[in-house]
């Protein structure tokens, strides 16, 4: 086994600093050694996004990225998305137009849209598609994603949005 | 008095999502416990051979492992059980132990257990186990399977039958295929699909010495049952000795109702090792070890005459269990799939032979539909091949077939429960005015005259939702031998609040948010005061879980009976409390009043202290408002609908553009629309998958050529189209909500929809049938077969 490597990133505003083997997977970090399991792992073989997260403002699959390579980075995980007791916008949108089943590959589909609307704030719906093509979704069949990622677009261009029925 | 708002009906936004959407929720691989370990499997390459020898000296010697165990240390338990009464089993049902003893029957076939500190060493422990093994020939194909030959699997399955199973009548349909003006003969592979749920299966086993008890953390669908099966079959321990937890589980699809290997093995490590022992598949050990579904070979004719009415049904199928037989596999390509073969239709005549057969491929049992999907793409593919032949619209030759809303409760004669209702063909002609389909024909037809290929392929379908009468499903041969009522329990607590218990065992249905809704209606209480409970043996009175399309018309059903008898007792107390005869009171709105005075009403919460402070019960009645039900229903509920894909084939590359779909189905009423249609979505995008995309392959070897996601083609968001979605609503008599269930509709549905276009559209060139996937590669292998026998016929 390989000596370990200290690192120090800033994880959801949250300075850590930490020892790590240097195979040591950046997702496995997150989640076994920060104990941030919202990022999930859901194949093998970097196909499926569920462990999408920002590295620096950029969206990465956490389980294609080594521990040691984000060495003095900031990262945002699910976790930190929420910003004092709101929702991000797309976080808002898989709520309201019923983007989520299980749940298990939202995640890293949030993360994922989120990067999108960054880099493309008024995106058409095959532009959506597209964007996500490096994340999977086995329960919705992907339109209420779409759906979802409009409406947090729109939000976010400060355009009125209508979302489900209020549950009260 | 005002009406209270009601929930039910509304698309409300679902109360399981706030956790979900900020990474708060707890799956499988999330649950850490103090001094947990870290299993990890050492899986046969071989899909045929025989384990010569296992040396775990190198992996034992490994710093961080802690134990290295094999086959042999596990005789102390038993192989998995499985439901073997159904399917006409030959009382040869080789089901797997916990790891292979002497040899393996399939690529993934765990031999070996590597438990370490942790995952990274578990996994770096398994290279280091050697295992020399004696490959045998292997056969993945089930029709090849059974012929003279073949490699031999199980001493006690020859020929490698496992199962022989019919329904219907031969001699009836073999008399109408004789003397039908019109048979169409084909054969039809509905091929092996992985169910690849997002989240793999996993558990995590704790056990404590002092007791004897288990804990098991588990990927479930079904706890209840996995605790029953895991003790009295497995274990021999008193079911109470083990509790079983399904946390947030990432997606089923049946996959994750099975009793598998993997269980027994932690659960037995966790008791040898004293410490919590975590098992979580990767994706690859997915693919290889948990089962599959579909992987059917079909020879069907169907009969009829030239004027469009079908008179006869003749299938024989091969049906490919695997390596092992899996915990329900015999009941799905026999009851849930030959006793709905014909369909919408009424076709007088029908025979169904099945052969379940080994192989040496991964196990196969349920997968969304489960039987039904497999029925239904072969009677849709073969009204289209029917229609073809006589040269008649293919909506028209459905029409002149379809059941009438004056048959039901209808018969199909094949041993199936009643169809409970329907009406079939304004659910057709919705979905023609949707697509416009006078004016498809005619850009079709202009469309072939630039050389561009449409299709559009019609589905009418008939499923089976609410899977559960036991005296249905449990009688022998005819289904599983056991029970599939639900239970569910509901308390009004002091502060009224309401609390629900269920066995049913939500993993993205919903269920949560559709069973407040119901409550709320039905108590007249906030939507926010009701909880709804699940997942933990400990907690929920013995349910039998999620599957067959049952949580609403079964669990949902449990849970309105109770909320009755919640109301009945309410009226009781409330009498009392008011000095009132309990005949003359009224239960309305959340309130409870003399007829005629609901200005003098007494509220729940009221009752409910009442109820809980108990020192004023009328005689004779218990404190609390606790009601439990077990509701078995009379029949199974049936929805139906049509659906209709138009494709574009491209000639040139064979790929195929799904260029519209739409669907028209009738799950009875509806809760919550926005959950029925997040379900319908889902349910289609699997089928559309199959149709296009997906294949769960083995080459000739045995060797799984699509074993992780990079080979198997799960669709991404750019590959599924836009879902254009409609209803009827035909109200079901056999619960008093009046519901279906939706969950596995769009499945059943939709891969004959897409195979129906697909083929439309290549009619041109003489194509009749094309096996799914309609891959490029195999559409444009059709063209240019079609081409080469037409020049050659020139």
Redesign the interface.
Known sequence: ?AEKVRISVTVNGVQHTSEV?P??LLV?YL??TL???????????S??G?CVVHVDGQAVKSCTVFAVQVDGSSLT???G??KDGH?HPV?EG???K?G????????GM?MAAVDLLKKNPNPS??E???A??G????????????LAIQYAAAKLRGEPVT?????? | MADVTKMVG?????????K????????I??I?LPGMLHAAVVRSPYAHAKIKRIDVSRALAH?GVVAVFTGEDMMDINPMPAAWQAGGVKSNAVTPRALAVGKVTHVGDGVALVVAED??TARDAVELVEVEYEPLPAVVDARKATEPGAPLIHEAAPNNICMEWECGSKEKADAAIASAEVVVKEEIINQRLIP?????RGCVARYDAATGEFTLWMTSQAPHVHRLLLTAFVFGIPETKLRCIAP????G?GQKIFCYADYAFTMWAARRLGRPVKYVE???ENYKASTHGRDHVTEVEIAGTRDGKVTGLRVKTWANLGGYFSTIAGGIPTTLYGRIITGVYKIPAAHVKVWGVYTNTAMVDAYRGAGRPEASYLIERMMDRFAAEIGMDPAEVRRRNFIQPQDFPYDNGLGMLPYDSGNYEPALNKALQMVGYENFRKEQAEARKQGRYLGLGISSYVEICGVAPSAWIGAVGQGWGAGLFESANVRVHLTGKVVVTTGSLP????VETTFAQIVADELGV???DVTIEWGDTLAAPFGYGTYGSRSLAVGGTAVHKSVQKIKEKAKIIAAHMLEAAPEDMVFENGKAYVKGSPDKAKTLAEIALQASLAYSLPPGVEPFLDETTYYDPPNCTFPFGTHIAIVEVDAETGKVELRRYVAVDDVGNIINP??V???L??????GVAQALYEHGYYDEDGELRSS???EYA?P???M?P??ELDHTVTPSPVNPMGVKGAGEA?TIASAQAVMNAVIDALSPFGIKHLQMPATPERVWRAIQNSRQMRQAAD
């Not at chain 2, 979505?681 to 699997?686: D, F, M, P, T, V």
């Open positions: 086994m083997e195979r040591q496995h989640r076994e104990g941030l399991t919202g990022t999930h792992i859901g194949c093998d073989t196909q499926c569920a995980t699910i976790e998305l929420a929702y976080q898989f709520w309201e019923h989520l089943q299980c749940g298990f590959c939202t995640p949030i719906e095959g959506i598609r597209h996500l093509e994340n999977l979704c086995r329960c919705t069949g992907y339109q209420n994603i779409v979302g489900a029925v209020a549950d009260d | 509304k698309a409300i936004k679902r109360r399981e999502d706030p979900l959407i900020q990474g708060r929720g707890t799956f691989d999330d850490k710093p995952r990274y690849t749920p997002m989240e793999t947030n589980v990432g997606g699809f990767e994706r690859s993993h993205g249905q919903g906030p939507y926010e926005l959950i249609e997040g379900q979505h889902g349910g289609i995008a699997q992780n996601l990079l799960v991404t968001a750019a599924l836009r879902y769009g």
